[in-house]
């Protein structure tokens, strides 16, 4: 009799056990994204896992040279955001990504910063010549740093500039870095003078910063493109995270930061 009574209530258990519902496993959607859309797309995450409950969105923030790299390299992702076109264009190039999958999301463009406080009085766009001027910059394999040196090649055509003014802001740089976030560190923190960002990444730290204006005959439009990868385990996700992007709910988010919203 207790022998028929454990097998009852075993074959309840099992029974109760296959009928109950299965909690679904939680899902991942990594995104690579270039290093000034860390606050913006911070909040596109939030609003994203929102959307669909047991999602997380990993963030993996960075230059777009490093990203681009990891891609080649084969790091695991599902969306790639680029603060240009020319590594978006890498990432297709290394079969990561498909040439119609990309599409432009938003732009930026530069700004000259420099402490709150100002230390080295800079008034002016030519102040970043001045001798003795600690110059931060980001290094030319980053886009900001690209960027960069555009608008010195720009300024020195410019009869508001003297002919040597980037030759003279060259040898005034303290340091080139990877990414733009750790300009405008390095500038916040008073370790440097001044520096060149994006102004997405001034209106971030406009609390400790001063900025000027470049104006757009000297300034660089940048073009963020982003496309879901091509060998994503979340396919599905990845489309919806750059639909999102996309919607005009992403684009007041962008737009929010600093950010040009992309041509409708």
Partial sequence: MRSKFLSLI???TLLT???AP???????????AAASLTDSFAELGRLFESQHPGVTVAFNFGGSQQ?????????????FASANQ????????????????SVIFASNRLVAIFPKDNPAGVAALQDLAKPGLKLDLADKSVPVG??????LDKA???PAFDADFKDRVHANVVSYETDVKAVVTKVSLGEADAGIVYVTDYQIAAEKLGYLDIPDALNSIAVYPIAPIADSKNADLAKAFVALVLSPEGQVILTKYGFIAAAP
């Fill in 86 to 101: 020319k590594y978006m264009d890498a990432a297709i190039a290394s079969g990561r990504a498909a040439a119609g999958d």
């Fill in 67 to 79: 990203l681009a790299q990891q891609l080649d390299q084969g790091a695991p992702a599902d969306v």
């Fill in 22 to 32: 299965r909690t679904s496993a939680p899902r991942v959607l990594t995104v690579l």
């Fill in 146 to 151: 690209q960027y960069s040196l555009d608008f």
């Fill in 17 to 19: 056990g296959a009928c």
């Fill in 10 to 12: 075993l074959g309840i």
């Fill in 156 to 158: 020195i055509q410019d």
